[in-house]
């Protein structure tokens, strides 16, 4: 039969030829090149089109595969814990652009948050951002068909400082969804 892996995103290389299974098999493995880079991004998908069986007969004429992101995620001050120094809005920043790119690979729209744009240096980490961040992550979740994570920081309350444990546990959050 015919393969073809259509429509180059540049995260993979296009290809076409032909894929034998022998008889009696059901299933063949085939590999697909894939571009290497150093940007973080979530999993990525490509569709295979089989065509033009001989003696056989197709009973998914398109499989999917999955392109693994293994790229680390950059955080700054990457290592935050208990006595971490005071979280700064570029932490915020970093989890909402990345909570957003999850929202968009599972069919969600940029959450709209309270204060959308921090100044480093000027707007103060406030808690209501810490559950934005959560409230946001957790649709994704679901909308990937997961049970939102759940938090050991306490929630944070109005007028509370907000915790490294906060931000490191929604950093592990957003990097453990698929």
Request: charged share 10%; glycine share 8%; hydrophobic share 45%.
């Amino acid at each position: 039969m015919t393969l073809t892996t259509p429509g180059q995103t540049g995260d993979y290389q296009a290809a076409s030829g032909t894929l034998t299974i022998a008889a009696g098999q059901t299933s063949q493995t085939l590999a697909v090149a894939v571009n290497g880079d150093t940007t973080v991004e979530t999993n990525e998908t490509f569709a295979v089109n089989l065509s033009g069986a001989s003696s056989a007969t197709i009973g998914d004429t398109q499989g999917i595969g999955t392109i693994v992101d293994d790229d680390s995620v950059l955080f700054t001050d990457p290592t935050l814990v208990a006595g971490s120094p005071a979280i700064k809005a570029i932490h915020i920043t970093e989890l909402r652009t990345r909570v957003n790119a999850i929202r968009a690979t599972k069919g969600l729209t940029a959450y709209a948050w309270t204060d959308p744009s921090l100044t480093v240096g000027v707007t103060f980490v406030k808690a209501v951002h810490i559950l934005e961040l959560r409230t946001a992550l957790a649709a994704a979740y679901v909308a990937a068909g997961l049970t939102p994570p759940s938090y050991t920081a306490p929630v944070p309350v109005i007028g509370t400082v907000v915790t490294a444990a906060a931000v490191a546990e929604l950093r592990a959050a957003v990097i453990a969804i698929p």
